[in-house]
């Protein structure tokens, strides 16, 4: 996905330069002029810092579905692959227009979600349906197997990483939305 023409448009609309908007999100100007002219894709970190300081939710910088039938079809189901990622994020519900967002996870052995610990609005609660996640929540780390689920609070700095030798594959429901 290109991110770069979204991104430069929402900045440009607010009046804020490239200069002040690495201030806001505290990365460099040299990232973002490379994302907004989509020669390096944006990690979710960076992604989220963006969209938090253009007052935008991330799921702006996604296509966004048309109205649909309550029912997703496992071919049609929308699939989100950040650049430079390993992860697919397949989105359950038919759009983003609800208060929760539910996620189909998949994560390649060794994969993480971010390199540092996030925080955001909202609540989390996964379920590990195949694999080994390790899920670390603020100061601590707990190892997650199939069967097991965790539930927090999203604005304790967390991140997950495939520690096993196996695919991990996973169901999520965040609120709010998060993509």
């Not at 996870?105 to 060794?110: K, L, T």
Request: hydrophobic share 35%.
């Amino acid at each position: 996905m290109e991110f770069g023409a979204k991104i430069r448009k929402l900045r440009q609309e607010q009046s804020i330069s490239i200069e002040q908007l690495a201030e806001m999100t505290k990365l460099s100007t040299g990232l973002i002029s490379q994302v907004e002219r989509n020669i390096t894709g944006p990690s979710v970190t960076t992604l989220w810092k963006i969209a938090k300081a253009l007052n935008v939710s991330i799921n702006y910088f996604f296509d966004e579905y048309e109205e649909m039938d309550c029912v997703v079809r496992k071919d049609k189901r929308k699939k989100i692959i950040l650049p430079n990622s390993k992860i697919t994020y397949e989105l359950l519900s038919p759009n983003l227009k609800g208060k929760i967002e539910h996620l189909l996870v998949e994560i390649e052995p060794g994969e993480y979600n971010t390199k540092e610990l996030i925080c955001h609005e909202g609540e989390e609660c996964g379920y590990i349906i195949k694999g080994t996640l390790k899920v670390k929540l603020g100061d601590k780390e707990y190892i997650l197997e199939e069967g097991d689920s965790i539930y927090f609070d999203s604005n304790i700095p967390h991140r997950y990483i495939n520690v096993g030798n196996e695919k991990v594959i996973s169901l999520w429901a965040m609120t709010p939305p998060s993509f």
